[in-house]
């Protein structure tokens, strides 16, 4: 039989599949897999099932219902001052991965160059190969995972199409700082290109911290493409509900993309979110608060245990070197010991980089309950410190 796609062919089962399985082989608490305990904000659960007995559950417009358009207008001019309009540079995906599915399929001719910064979440590298483009890498380690104007300088050239930018990012809690994201703008602009903004983090900060949208900076207003999740922001990642902010020129094109791929997603889920973006700061400010509680209990429990924890200023992970605890072995095997043996279920760092290299460190995730990071953390003192 004649062969499948030659890019998808080479994937194998992704790195949070495996170690979820083997996660529930063992019974281990899964701190590896990114998705919070709990059944989301109950009022927003509310309107969604009221939505389904009262409200019209045909496809609603492919760019989104009314409501939620203007609710992710209204966020953008609350949170970061945007002004946007609603009716036409605002677009409803199922979910954050479709709003970058369809973004970089819009975008990216065969042949163009595409800069993504590792450690990377796992979506990106496969839809810029399958839209034909040529990544161009750029790698941050730990412990400060900071960006360089000379890496920059690495890799843009004229053949740069775009840059994908995830802050705060996915595994490593890095924020971008204004410098580093002032950086990032100088060389959009030289090399006339655009920004993939995933900012699906965009409400999970903390230490005082508040994101910057790459979009607020001056000459970007124009280049950017803004990615949110409902999934992150209410805690609901099961919804894939996901909204691009663009203008409109750049929105078209995306739109285009998005209406051969989903075209549409559920009306009532839609709904409920335009209800949740419209809740009180007291929500947001409830949301990074508790996380960050979880943060803290996890960081220290790791600390005490003899991991070095990194920092962490954003998203629900959090990354950790195992080295001293004396392992000898590699982050997927450390990630499978503590799966089968310590019963707590990590991912291995080196999976969001291509080719190796740092090794040596997990990612656990802290969107959990208070007592399973505990359990967990008992777990772990129990296998390590007998
Ligand atoms: C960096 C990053 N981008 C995008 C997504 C996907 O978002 P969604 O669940 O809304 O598709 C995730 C989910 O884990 C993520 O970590």
């Known amino acids: 039989m004649k062969e499948f796609n030659n890019v998808l062919r080479s994937y194998g089962t992704t790195i949070f599949e495996v170690m979820s399985r083997l996660a529930q082989e063992n019974g281990a608490i899964n701190l590896g897999q990114g998705f919070?305990?709990?059944?989301?904000?109950?009022?927003?659960?509310?309107?969604?099932?009221?939505?389904?007995?009262?409200?019209v559950n045909q496809y609603p417009s492919m760019m989104g219902i009314p409501p939620l358009r203007e609710a992710v207008a209204n966020i953008?001019?609350?949170?970061?001052?945007?002004?946007?309009?609603?009716s036409v540079e605002v677009m409803v995906t199922s979910g954050g991965t479709e709003a970058l599915a369809s973004s970089l399929f819009a975008l990216i001719e065969p042949g163009d160059e595409v800069v993504l910064i590792e450690p990377l979440y796992d979506s990106y590298l496969p839809i810029v190969r399958r839209a034909g483009g040529v990544a161009k890498f750029?790698?941050?380690?730990?412990?400060?995972?900071?960006?360089?104007?000379?890496?920059?300088?690495?890799?843009?050239?004229?053949?740069t199409k775009?840059?994908?930018?995830?802050?705060?990012?996915?595994?490593?809690?890095k924020v971008f700082t204004t410098e580093e994201l002032s950086l990032i703008a100088s060389f959009v602009s030289k090399y006339d290109s655009y920004a993939v903004c995933d900012e699906v983090y965009e409400h999970l900060l903390f230490d005082g911290l508040k994101h910057v949208p790459l979009m607020t900076l001056p000459g970007m207003r124009e280049r950017c493409i803004r990615i949110g999740s409902?999934?992150?922001?209410?805690?609901?990642?099961?919804?894939?509900?996901?909204?691009?902010?663009?203008?409109?020129?750049?929105?078209?094109?995306?739109?285009k993309a998005h209406q051969f791929l989903t075209?549409?997603?559920?009306?009532?889920?839609?709904?409920?979110?335009a209800y949740g973006l419209s809740k009180d700061d007291h929500y947001f400010k409830t949301l990074s608060s508790g996380l960050e509680r979880c943060r803290d209990l996890l960081a220290n429990g790791l600390k005490n245990l003899g991991f070095e924890v990194m920092p962490c200023h954003g998203s629900y992970f959090i990354t950790a070197d195992f080295r001293p605890l004396g392992f000898e072995g590699n982050d997927e095997e450390f990630c499978r010991h503590i799966t089968v043996e310590a019963k707590v279920a990590a991912v291995p760092v080196s999976a969001f980089y291509q080719g190796g290299g740092v090794d040596n460190f997990v990612r656990f995730c802290f969107c959990k309950e208070e007592k399973t990071l505990m359990k967990a953390l008992d777990r772990l003192r129990k296998h390590f410190n007998g």
Do not use: H
Request: proline share 10%.
């Open 36 to 55: 919070p305990d709990g059944n989301g904000p109950p009022d927003v659960v509310r309107v969604a099932c009221e939505y389904l007995e009262t409200g």
């Open 76 to 86: 953008n001019k609350r949170f970061y001052g945007l002004e946007i309009d609603g």
């Open 138 to 159: 750029i790698r941050l380690e730990p412990p400060n995972w900071s960006l360089t104007e000379s890496s920059l300088a690495s890799v843009f050239s004229d053949r």
């Open 162 to 173: 775009l840059i994908l930018l995830n802050s705060p990012m996915n595994p490593c809690s």
């Open 230 to 255: 409902a999934g992150k922001t209410f805690s609901l990642t099961g919804w894939k509900v996901g909204y691009i902010t663009a203008q409109l020129n750049l929105l078209n094109p995306i739109a």
């Open 263 to 273: 075209f549409t997603t559920p009306p009532n889920l839609q709904a409920a979110v």
